[in-house]
T-cell receptor
Framework: AQSVAQPEDQVNVAEGNPLTVKCTYS??????LFWYVQYPNRGLQFLLK??????LVKGSYGFEAEFNKSQTSFHLKKPSALVSDSALYFC???????????FGPGTRLSVLP | NAGVMQNPRHLVRRRGQEARLRCSPM?????VYWYRQLPEEGLKFMVY????????ESGMPKERFSAEFPKEGPSILRIQQVVRGDSAAYFC??????????????FGPGTRLTVT
């Protein structure tokens, strides 16, 4: 069965510092991996995805993520955090067939001014 | 092009009442997905529908929950005889027919159900 783990409930980082939000996954076959962001009282917004190709993928708002097959990880990164990045971040995996996602429990990112 | 619309945004029901949650997909989208987000948890897939058909309901509780997506009108998630444990945010997502890019699943703002 597919599963996604986000080992940190909360990540705090100072504005201007680099940030990392961790994600590991378990899926048979080739995974499709995603990051979504959720602002308060809003739906999820797509940030970036890994389907195939380069292990480092770049997405919206300066975020990027690195796919590591041997470690089954897909950590989200940003070189310089902004206060406005404070939100709930979800990692998700989808099999390369079928239509539904499996989401991680989410990591709350707080960027402190 | 309006995004995915959900209403109501907030719904309060007493135990034993029925809750009806509506989702209007993006224009041109014929696939709808419902997810539930319990407090402090990630989204859990519930059901996937195309117009007039349920494609995958593997995430739906066996009792009290049902979903439909009629030929005309919004998709409806119906919860009968609600209990406190049904309190959650329910998100709808839609995607176009024949989509191949998995990122083309657009989420609505959610309906927050509170059962008192």
């Amino acid at each position: 069965a597919q599963s996604v783990a986000q080992p940190e409930d909360q990540v705090n980082v100072a504005e201007g510092n680099p940030l990392t939000v961790k994600c590991t996954y378990s899926v048979s076959g080739n995974p499709y991996l995603f990051w979504y962001v959720q602002y308060p009282n809003r739906g999820l917004q797509f940030l970036l995805k890994y389907i195939t190709g380069d292990n480092l993928v770049k997405g919206s708002y300066g975020f990027e993520a690195e796919f590591n097959k041997s470690q089954t990880s897909f950590h989200l990164k940003k070189p310089s955090a902004l206060v406005s990045d404070s939100a709930l971040y979800f990692c998700a995996v989808k099999k390369n067939y079928g239509q539904n996602f499996v989401f991680g429990p989410g990591t709350r990112l707080s960027v402190l001014p | 092009n309006a995004g995915v619309m959900q209403n109501p945004r907030h719904l309060v029901r007493r135990r034993g009442q029925e809750a009806r949650l509506r989702c209007s997909p993006m224009k041109g989208h014929s696939h709808v997905y419902w997810y539930r987000q319990l407090p402090e948890e990630g989204l859990k897939f519930m059901v996937y529908l195309q117009k007039e058909n349920i494609i995958d309901e593997s995430g739906m509780p066996k009792e009290r929950f049902s979903a439909e997506f009629p030929k005309e009108g919004p998709s409806i998630l119906r919860i009968q005889q609600v209990v406190r444990g049904d309190s959650a945010a329910y998100f709808c997502a839609s995607s176009p027919e024949g989509w191949t890019d998995p990122s083309e699943q657009y989420f609505g703002p959610g309906t927050r159900l509170t059962v008192t």
